[in-house]
């Protein structure tokens, strides 16, 4: 069987070159954070929670056409790699040259050698991040100036619930139960949620001028962490089970920290509400022992019960549910919209030819 996957360079010698120049692309934006004060502050008073804080109060042209071109050519870029490999597998397939079924749309799953794509993807992934730096360093908005803030923080939610329902089947969705998802959704998730997680993550990192302090870089490290899984795409790296975790888990130190640095009083909301759902699901990936949950689950509720009886206060614990309910809920949601699109595809005959 032909292989034509890169000869000499592992996936796991691809992700090393990712995150060290993820990790020097981080340093220098620390390090040239404060000429960004010194050029562009003060920035307009916060209005509220609505409000994106970084942003000029007076934005020019020049940075707008900037912003969006580079936005846009990374996102055509990111999606045409996506569908070149989607091509290129489905012409290897028809040509015998592997055999179906393929359980990846893109490359073979089992491969520890890195792919022209992935390379590519790589390549694109990395200049676009120092491409962001120095658009942010000459004209330091990002589109937040001309789209609302819920899109940023919309799309990272809806990355969230597609990981949960694709990965029902491995760990369920409530304490390791609830496993079976509609074989139309798998297949349409399987198919596409590369090019709609892509869209997610360069958006959300367009979003954002790339300042150096402490509550925007947790979130950057958490973009670069999801630009290398990116990278990997189709490979064995990619469906990695700790990993996919660690991923769905790094989101609690970003909304944490971010609103720890905005000396918000509803930091709780994210940490708690990201504890529940490595209680409830995250943690059921791995078959750990009932009295390593149950110890998990009581250091938890120990946190909480500290944490609302002393600075935060138990009117508040509500919000704790925030997190929780949006993502169960959008997982619930497509699972009930796949479970009818399968029950119609199965009793109409003109359905049941929709792949």
């Known amino acids: 069987m032909k292989n034509k996957n890169t000869q000499g360079l592992s996936v796991k010698t691809l992700i090393l070159i990712s995150a060290a120049a993820f990790i020097l692309i981080s340093v220098v934006t620390v390090l040239f954070s404060p000429r960004l004060a010194a050029e562009f502050y003060p920035l307009p008073e916060d209005q509220g929670s609505s409000w994106y804080y970084w942003q000029l109060d007076e934005p020019g042209a020049a940075g707008r056409i900037a912003v969006w071109s580079g936005y846009l050519l990374h996102q055509i870029l990111v999606w045409g790699i996506f569908f070149a490999a989607r091509r290129e597998k489905t012409r290897a397939v028809a040509s015998g040259e592997r055999e179906p079924p393929v359980d990846a749309p893109y490359s073979n799953p089992g491969s520890t050698m890195a792919g022209k794509h992935q390379l590519w993807m790589t390549v694109v992934n990395v200049f676009f991040v120092a491409l962001h730096l120095l658009q942010t360093h000459l004209w330091y908005d990002g589109l937040a100036q001309d789209v609302p803030i819920w899109t940023s923080q919309g799309s990272v939610i809806v990355m969230l619930v597609l990981i949960l329902v694709m990965e029902m089947p491995r760990r369920g969705l409530f304490f390791g139960r609830w496993q079976h998802v509609p074989a139309s959704l798998h297949r349409v998730f399987r198919n ?164």
């Open 192 to 355: 596409w949620h590369g090019p709609f997680i892509a869209w997610a993550l360069v958006y959300t990192f367009w979003f954002h001028p790339m300042e150096g302090n402490w509550g925007l870089m947790s979130g950057f490290v958490y973009m670069f962490l999801l630009f290398i899984q990116m990278n990997v795409f189709g490979s064995r790296a990619h469906k990695r089970r700790s990993w996919v975790v660690v991923l769905e888990s790094f989101v609690v130190v970003h909304g944490t920290l971010i609103s720890l640095y905005k000396n918000l009083d509803a930091w709780p909301l994210f940490f708690f509400g990201f504890l529940f759902m490595f209680l409830i699901t995250y943690m059921h990936t791995w078959t750990l022992r009932p009295v390593v949950q149950w110890l998990i689950g009581a250091a938890g509720l120990a946190a909480l019960i500290w944490v609302y009886s002393v600075p935060r206060g138990w009117e508040h614990v509500f919000e704790i549910s925030f997190i929780p309910m949006a993502l169960y809920g959008g997982a619930v949601g497509l699972w009930l919209l796949g479970a009818a699109a399968e029950r119609l595809r199965q009793n109409s005959p003109h359905f049941r030819r929709i792949r």
